[in-house]
């Protein structure tokens, strides 16, 4: 079955880059996703790249994506004390031929000001 | 546009008592979800509502959890009898359409059940 895994823990310095690192598993998802989810909250779509694209860039965040070795990235330049929240990896996969995602189980993210 | 409301926020129960979960999507959006999120890991999708109609609910534990969405519009997810696995944050999100498009889940701020 579908698998996505990332690390658990990233601790950085505010104004520094932070990179948050993803592998999946599924070849034939067509897009993959990062959520923020702060404490308390629900989960907030950052981003999403499609599978035939490399990059993303979207202002501080920008999206790596390796096909080859199903792997994702998700680099936050600037990281703020704001950005301290858990990120999650999730790919998009055809269940039940519906629009469905698996999610791993979140990188916590520490900015130290 | 209002977001996905969910209730109660928090919810504390002993194992085999009942309890239900309360969503309103965002209006007009056909696609409804219920995810568990158990502590430390990321969300898990239970059952998946396309209008009244369930697409999808293999990874629902039929024999405790029932789910309906019977005009289509707002959701209850039911739990009968507890368990203390089940102890997590239910998640509701809604999405505009099924398939065909990349249209964004949005997730409402959860309920969080702790089984005593």
């Known amino acids: 079955g579908e698998d996505v895994e990332q690390s658990l823990f990233l601790s950085v310095r505010e104004g520094d880059s932070s990179v948050i690192n993803c592998t999946y598993t599924?070849?034939?998802?067509?897009?993959l996703y990062w959520y923020k989810q702060e404490p308390g909250a629900g989960l907030q779509l950052l981003t999403y790249i499609f599978s035939n694209m490399d990059m993303k860039q979207d202002q501080r965040l920008t999206v790596l994506l390796n096909k080859k070795d199903k792997h994702l990235s998700l680099r936050i330049a600037d990281t703020q004390t704001g950005d301290s929240a858990i990120y999650f990896c999730?790919?998009?996969?055809?269940?039940?031929?519906?629009?469905?995602?698996?999610f791993g189980k979140g990188t916590k993210l520490s900015v130290i000001p | 546009e209002a977001g996905v409301a969910q209730s109660p926020r928090y919810k504390i129960i002993e194992k085999r008592q009942s309890v239900a979960f309360w969503c309103n999507p965002i209006?007009?959006?056909?696609?409804l979800y219920w995810y568990q999120q158990i502590l430390g890991q990321g969300p898990k999708l239970l059952i998946q509502f396309q209008n009244n109609g369930v697409v999808d609910d293999s990874q629902l534990p039929k024999d405790r959890f029932s789910a309906e969405r019977l005009k289509g519009v707002d959701s209850t997810l039911k739990i009968q009898p507890a368990k203390l696995e089940d102890s997590a944050v239910y998640l509701c999100?809604?999405?505009?359409?099924?398939?065909?498009?990349?249209?964004?889940?949005?997730f409402g701020p959860g309920t969080r059940l702790t089984v005593l």
């Open positions: 999730a790919e998009r996969y055809s269940g039940a031929g519906s629009y469905q995602l698996t």
């Open positions: 999100a809604s999405r505009f359409r099924a398939a065909g498009e990349n249209n964004e889940q949005f």
């Open positions: 599924d070849s034939s998802s067509t897009y």
């Open positions: 209006s007009g959006h056909a696609t």
